[in-house]
């Protein structure tokens, strides 16, 4: 099994800045992509940023200049660090990654418990 543990969430006033780190662990070969994804209440999930292998990233327009998406490849962590937050960022955040538990180009997804993120005024 692959488990994924979500921190630094919490509670942080408009305008203001929160890191979010989140680590894999477990049995897997290699991890290609990770990603933030975000659910407010009463909303659907929303794709928020995606890291590959190599290190390009993609973001969802509702964060682009503001969020940062990063990886540390030895550690098996991905990073989103959350900048000029708004009301609206209030939400659960989770990652996922897309596995290889082998050589071969078979990914399987996981995912994490996920972590609150609160935008204050």
């Known amino acids: 099994q692959v488990q994924l543990v979500e921190s630094g969430g919490g509670l942080v006033q408009f305008g203001g800045s929160l890191r979010l780190s989140c680590a894999v662990s477990?049995?897997?070969?290699?991890?290609?992509i990770l990603w933030w994804y975000r659910q407010a209440p009463g909303k659907e999930r929303e794709w928020v940023a995606y890291i590959t292998s190599d290190g390009g990233t993609t973001y969802a327009d509702s964060v682009k200049g503001r969020f940062t998406i990063s990886r540390d490849n030895a550690k098996n962590t991905v990073y989103l660090q959350m900048n000029s937050l708004q009301f609206e960022d209030t939400a659960v955040y989770y990652c996922a990654a897309d596995v290889r538990s082998d050589p071969r180009p078979i990914l399987k997804e996981y995912w994490g418990q996920g972590t609150q993120v609160t935008v204050s005024s």
């Open positions: 477990g049995s897997f070969f290699s991890i290609d």
